[in-house]
């Protein structure tokens, strides 16, 4: 079993930066690939970025490509989401996921466990 809990949201003027962290319990977190996904209002849950178990793959949506660093930090159990140069349309709630697949994993699908979501807003 693994909970899931994200941190780092908030209100950010377009052209800024945002770190997202997402805090993994479990013992067995190292072992699960980790993936972050948003919604937009009004719109379905995407996948925004992907990070293999050890860390050693990563997956990035067109949308955020350049723009976006996910990285992992074992010993901690976290997960971390570097976006630059946030646009508008960034707004949405982001959530954090694990998937015992191990590899990266852009399909939502088959992402085990889920974050609450943390909302980020850009204002323009």
């Given amino acids: 079993q693994v909970q ?3 941190s780092g949201g908030g209100l950010v003027q377009a052209g ?5 962290s997402c805090a993994a319990s479990g013992r067995t977190f190292r072992s699960y690939a980790m993936g972050w996904f948003r919604r937009a209002p009004g719109k379905e849950r995407e996948f925004v970025a992907a990070i293999s178990w050890d ?3 990563t997956s990035y949506a067109d949308a955020v490509k ?3 660093t996910i990285s992992r930090g074992n010993a ?3 997960v971390y ?3 630059n140069s946030l646009k508008p349309q960034d707004t949405a709630v982001y959530y954090c996921a694990a ?3 191990r590899r990266v994993v852009v399909t939502e699908a088959l992402y085990q466990y889920w974050g609450p979501g943390t ?3 850009v204002s323009s």
């Fill in 99 to 101: 998937s015992a697949a």
């Fill in 4 to 6: 899931l809990v994200e």
């Fill in 16 to 20: 800024g930066s945002l770190r997202l």
């Fill in 55 to 57: 860390g050693g793959g």
């Fill in 66 to 68: 350049g723009r976006i």
């Fill in 81 to 83: 989401r570097q976006i």
């Fill in 76 to 78: 901690k159990n976290t």
């Fill in 119 to 121: 909302q980020v807003t």
